[in-house]
């Protein structure tokens, strides 16, 4: 079991920046990968970046050159550095761990925090 706690989110305005936190306890050591995904009202959730067990990084278009993933190994957490904000960033975010442990894939969630960004 993964447990998997976000923290960091809130109001900003646009032009903004904001930094997430997610904090996972538990079995990291079978984690692969870890991703921030953010859904906003009445759409589906989405990807924004993630970052495997190998450093490999990729995000999605809409954030390229914006966002930045990284960890702080002297928190034990993977962050999600966000600049020049936008009012359509706008959305709950959810931190997700993937593991595999005898080829079997399993997904934790965070419980998600607010990002709000005002126009």
């Known amino acids: 079991q993964v447990h998997i706690v976000e923290s960091g989110g809130g109001l900003v305005q646009a032009g903004g920046s904001l930094r997430l936190s997610c904090a996972a306890s538990g079995s990291t050591f079978s984690i692969n990968a870890i991703g921030w995904y953010r859904q906003a009202p009445g759409k589906q959730r989405e990807l924004v970046a993630a970052?495997?067990?190998?450093?490999?990084?990729n995000y999605a278009d809409s954030v390229k050159g914006r966002f930045t993933i990284s960890r702080d190994n002297a928190k034990n957490t993977v962050d999600l550095q966000m600049n020049s904000l936008k009012f359509e960033d706008t959305a709950v975010y959810y931190c997700?761990?993937?593991?595999?442990?005898?080829?079997?894939?399993?997904?934790?969630w965070g419980q998600g925090t607010q990002v709000t960004v005002s126009s």
């Open positions: 997700n761990a993937r593991s595999k442990r005898l080829g079997v894939q399993y997904d934790y």
């Open positions: 970052i495997s067990s190998g450093d490999t990084t």
